[in-house]
T-cell receptor, first 114, second 110 residues
Framework: DAGITQSPRHKVTETGTPVTLRCHQTENHRYMYWYRQDPGHGLRLIHYSYGVKDTDKGEVSDGYSVSRSKTEDFLLTLESATSSQTSVYFC?????????????FGPGTRLTVL | LAKTTQPISMDSYEGQEVNITCSHNNIATNDYITWYQQFPSQGPRFIIQGYKTKVTNEVASLFIPADRKSSTLSLPRVSLSDTAVYYCLVGPGGYQKVTFGIGTKLQVIP
């Protein structure tokens, strides 16, 4: 399995509080992604990064920000958590080499916003 | 990215071959077809990828007809452990920003 870890794995927080989720990789892959997964919606892309300090929005980016100060870490921040952000969050990485890019996923973070 | 259509759910008995078909009528010339598998409480896992004809690995086979407007993921002799959601993605070579959709929920029955 690709070397991807996510922390924390579980978090319960209250509405209005800031939350930061961390994705860490040991594969030196260039591309990193944050997805959320909710029943009936599959996986939806929140933000992605195509290099250090290079990030862009996905399809459900409102209420989220990201940062990537070094290759191995990609942080997802909820500035002021809302109940609608209760979800399972997956980080993924890819090397972008040859063929179509293959993504490798982390174990996920289950976030509950009360 | 090309839009894909696949069945929402399928049931199969253990030991049978399972074929999941994905339609992608507007596939582009430089698009590849990729399938992922997701078990409950885990992230998706890459299964197989192809461009045309047939691709086979230790897990599955991928059949792509000449017009490439559909593809079929074939899982030989499924077991209970193959119960999962299977996603079909179509996109260009290299880096891509993809949407996974809802996928096909395969339930293997004893």
């Amino acid at each position: 399995d690709a070397g991807i870890t996510q922390s924390p794995r579980h978090k319960v927080t209250e509405t209005g509080t800031p939350v930061t989720l961390r994705c860490h990789q040991t594969e030196n892959h260039r591309y990193m992604y944050w997805y959320r997964q909710d029943p009936g919606h599959g996986l939806r892309l929140i933000h992605y990064s195509y290099g250090v300090k290079d990030t862009d929005k996905g399809e459900v980016s409102d209420g989220y920000s990201v940062s990537r100060s070094k290759t191995e870490d990609f942080l997802l921040t909820l500035e002021s958590a809302t109940s609608s952000q209760t979800s399972v969050y997956f980080c993924a990485i890819s090397g972008g080499a040859g063929g179509a890019d293959t993504q490798y996923f982390g174990p996920g973070t289950r976030l509950t916003v009360l | 990215l090309a839009k894909t259509t696949q069945p929402i759910s399928m049931d199969s008995y253990e030991g049978q071959e399972v074929n999941i078909t994905c339609s992608h009528n507007n596939i582009a010339t430089n698009d590849y077809i990729t399938w992922y598998q997701q078990f409950p409480s885990q992230g998706p896992r890459f299964i197989i990828q192809g461009y045309k004809t047939k691709v086979t690995n230790e897990v599955a086979s991928l059949f792509i007809p000449a017009d490439r407007k559909s593809s079929t993921l074939s899982l030989p002799r499924v077991s209970l452990s193959d119960t999962a959601v299977y996603y079909c993605l179509v996109g260009p070579g290299g880096y891509q920003k993809v949407t996974f959709g809802i996928g096909t929920k395969l339930q293997v029955i004893p």
